[in-house]
C-alpha cells in the first residue's frame, strides 16, 4: 500500500504545472499563561485574483506542515493547531487544471485518498485544530475546515460553498460525510445538492454561521486577531462550544429523500453526481466516517474518469475564460468612449437595457418613444427598479438620487440623441420599422455614434442598408430576462467596422456581459438552434405524438426547462414569429406548425394550465391541435431531436455563424440556461454518438469535454 507522500508523488508527476500552494507554519504565544499556538497558513504566493487550490505538491506541502506540528503537539510543545489563509481567500478547493490530465481510473481514486489521508490527520492530532475562515472558501477549502475540531467565519466572507455537484464531483475530501454529521443533513442537502444544482448558489459569513458549519462569526477587519482570541478561551475553558443533537432517525431518511426531489426535478437523473453524493450521505447516518471517506474515493474516481465532469469542467472554462475574451473580437484599443446612452422604444424590453445600461456605465441615459404615456412608464419602471435596490439594501440613497438624476425621457429623438454615443433600439420585430427608426437615429445622432439594435432574428445587415453610415450599425441581441442571463450576441454586419464592433465589446464588458462575436446569420445562435429544436418537438406533436411524451423525450438533457414551458416563457407569438424567419431563410429545415398558429391565433399565452399547481395541458388548446397519426416512443422522439440540433450546429460551424463549437456552448449555457454537466450541448452529443451518425465527426476533439485517451 503506497504511503500518503508517495501517492502525492506519483499525482504530482502528472501535473507539472501545477500553481503550488505553500503552507507556512509560524509560532506564538497566547496571553496569560494560555501556551503556545501553532497556525498554518495555506499560500499560493500570489494575490487574491489568483485564488489558493490543492493539487497533489500543495496537499504535500500541507502534509510536510502536518507533520511538524503533529511532532510539537505529541512532545507537549504547543496547545493547539490553527488553519487559515492569505487575504480574501481561505482556499478554493482542488486544482481543476489536474483533474483534467487525468487518464486512469488509479491516479483518480489517488487524488481522493490523498486528499484525505492529508486532511484527517488534522482532526487525529494530540491537541485540538481550529480552521478561520477569513476568505472565500469552497470545495476542499471548506473540507479542510471540516476536519478541524473549531472553525470560525469572517462576516466578510463573499463565497462559501460545496460546488462540487455543480460541476459533476461530490464533495469528496469529507465532505459529503462529515456536514451531515456536523449539521444534520437536512441543511447539509441544502449546502451540497439544492445550493449547487441553484446554479452553485454561494454562502456568505453570516449564513455559514447559522447553518452551525462554524461556531464563532468575527468582523473582516480584525477577523483573525479575534479568532485567536476566542480561541485562547476555548483552549483554557472559558468558552464552550454546544452543537446541536443530530437526529439520526426518520428525519435523516426524509432529508435525503428531499435531496432526490431536488435532483430529480433539477437533472431527471441525467447527470450522476448528485445521486452518488446523496447516497454518501445516506450512508454517513451510521457515523462509520472512514466508510464515508471510503465511498467518497470511489466516487470521486468514478465520476473523474465520467464525461459529465470533464463537461462541467469544460463548461466551466468556456464561462471563466473563453467568456471574458471573445474570440474573434478587434482590438480594444479602438473602441470609442460612451458617455450617454440613448434608448428607442420604453417598453418591458427597453426600460430594462435602459436599467442596466444605467446601472454598469452610469452615464445619462435617455429613452424616447411615440407618446409621453410610454415614455413615462419606461422612466417610471427604472425608477421604480432603483427604489427596490435601495430598500434591499444593494445602494445607499445618495447612489439612488444619483441614478435617477441620469434617466430622463422625451419624444423628440433629435433632443434626446444629439450628443449619444451609443444608441440602442428596441422596438417592434419588423424590419420596415426597424430600417425607419435607425433612419430617424442617424440624422440626429452625432456621426461617431453606435447604432445598436437588439433584434433576436432580424438581418442587421439589411437594417443597415438603407443608412448613409451603415458601418457604424452593430447587433447586440441581449437574452430576457435581462438582469439575469449573462449572455450578449454580439452580431457584425457586412458593413460593421472595426471601431463600431471594438466599442461594442468594450460596452459588454463593462455590462458584465458575456460577448459572443456572431456572424450575421439568420437568429443568430441561440434562437436558431433553440427554434430547430422546438420545432422538431412541435413537428412530432403535429404529426401524432402525444404531448407528454414529446415533452417527456428531452428531460434526459436536464434542461432548465420543458419545451413548452419555454414556449410559454418566450411567448407563443414570438416562438411564431422567428420560425417563420428561420422557414424563410431555410425552408427545407425549419417549418412553421399549423398548431402553434392555432395557438397564437387563439391569443393562448402557451399550451398549459396550472390549476393544480403543476401543468397540465390546457383543454381549450387541446382542441385546437389537429394530430396525425404516427405516434414515436420517447427513445424515438429525443433521436429525432438530437440529429437536427447536431445537423443544425454542424451547417452553423460550416457558415462560421462563430468560430468553435466552443462558442456555440458558451452561448447555449450563458443565453439559454442549458447545463454545465452537458458542457452546454456539443459534448454530448459527441459522447452520445449523435454528431459522427448526423455529421461524420464529432465537434470537439478527444480529450476536450472528455476524457483524454
Known sequence: MSTTAELLKQASDLFPDEVVTSAHVRHFDFPAGAGRFALITLDNGLDHTKPTTFGPASLANLNTAIDQVEKEAADGEIVGVGITGKPFIFAVGADLKGVELLKEHEHALAIGKGGHEVFKRLSGLAVPTFAYYNGAAMGGGVEVGLHCAYRTVSKAIPAFSLPEVFLGLVPGWGGCTLLPNLIGPEKAVSVIIENSLNQNKQLKGQQVFDLGIADALFEGADFLEQSLIWTAQVLKGDVKVERPVIDRGEAWDQAVAKGRFIADSKVHGAAPAAYRALDIIAAAKNEDLQQGFDAEDQALADLIMGGELRAGIYAFNLVQKRGKRPAGAPDKNLARPVTKVGVVGAGLMASQLALLFLR????????????????????????????????????????????????????????????????IEAVFEE????????????????????????????????????????????????????????????????????????????????????????????????????????????????????????????????????????????????????????????????????????????????????????????????????????????????????????????????????????????????????????????????REGVSERVNGKRFLAPGVASVPA
Not at 643 to 649: F, G, L, N, P, T
Open 431 to 686: 424590419i420596415g420599422v426597424k430600417q425607419q427608426v435607425f433612419a430617424e437615429v442617424e440624422a440626429v445622432a452625432p456621426a461617431h455614434a453606435i447604432l445598436a439594435t437588439n433584434t433576436s432574428s432580424l438581418s442587421v445587415t439589411e437594417m443597415a442598408s438603407k443608412l448613409k453610415h451603415p458601418e457604424r450599425v452593430v447587433g447586440f441581441h441581449f437574452f430576457n430576462p435581462v438582469a439575469v442571463l449573462p449572455l450578449l450576441e454580439i452580431v457584425r454586419g457586412e458593413k460593421t467596422d472595426d471601431a463600431s464592433l471594438a466599442t461594442a465589446f468594450a460596452v459588454a464588458k463593462k455590462l458584465k456581459k458575456t460577448a459572443v462575436l456572431v456572424k450575421d446569420a439568420p437568429a443568430f445562435v441561440v434562437n436558431r438552434i433553440l427554434t430547430r429544436f422546438m420545432g422538431e418537438i412541435q413537428n412530432v406533436i403535429d404529426e401524432g405524438t402525444p404531448v407528454e411524451v414529446a415533452e417527456k423525450a428531452v428531460e434526459p438533457l436536464g434542461l432548465p426547462m420543458s419545451p413548452l414551458v419555454l414556449l410559454e416563457l418566450v411567448g407563443p407569438a414570438i416562438g411564431l414569429h422567428v420560425s417563420e424567419t428561420l422557414h424563410g431563410a431555410f425552408p427545407d429545415r425549419f417549418t412553421v406548425s399549423p398548431n402553434l398558429k392555432a395557438v397564437v391565433e387563439a391569443g393562448k399565452r402557451g399550451f398549459y394550465v396550472y390549476d393544480s399547481g403543476k401543468p397540465e395541458l390546457d383543454p381549450e388548446v387541446a382542441a385546437l391541435l389537429k394530430q396525425g397519426d404516427v405516434v414515436l416512443t420517447e427513445e424515438q422522439v429525443r433521436a429525432r431531436v438530437l440529429d437536427a440540433v447536431a445537423q443544425e450546429i454542424g451547417l452553423m460551424l460550416d457558415e462560421g455563424v462563430v468560430a468553435e463549437a466552443q462558442d456555440i456552448d458558451l452561448c447555449l449555457i450563458t443565453g439559454a440556461g442549458w447545463p454545465f454537466h452537458l458542457g452546454g450541448i456539443t459534448p454530448y452529443l459527441d
Open 360 to 423: 454598469r456605465l452610469e452615464v445619462p441615459v435617455v429613452l424616447t418613444d411615440i407618446d409621453q404615456e410610454r415614455v413615462d412608464k419606461g422612466v417610471g419602471y427604472v425608477h421604480a427598479e432603483i427604489d427596490k435596490l435601495l430598500g434591499k439594501g444593494r445602494i445607499n440613497q445618495d447612489k439612488a438620487n444619483r441614478l435617477k438624476a441620469l434617466v430622463t425621457g422625451v419624444l423628440d429623438k433629435a433632443e434626446g440623441f444629439s450628443d449619444a454615443d451609443f444608441v
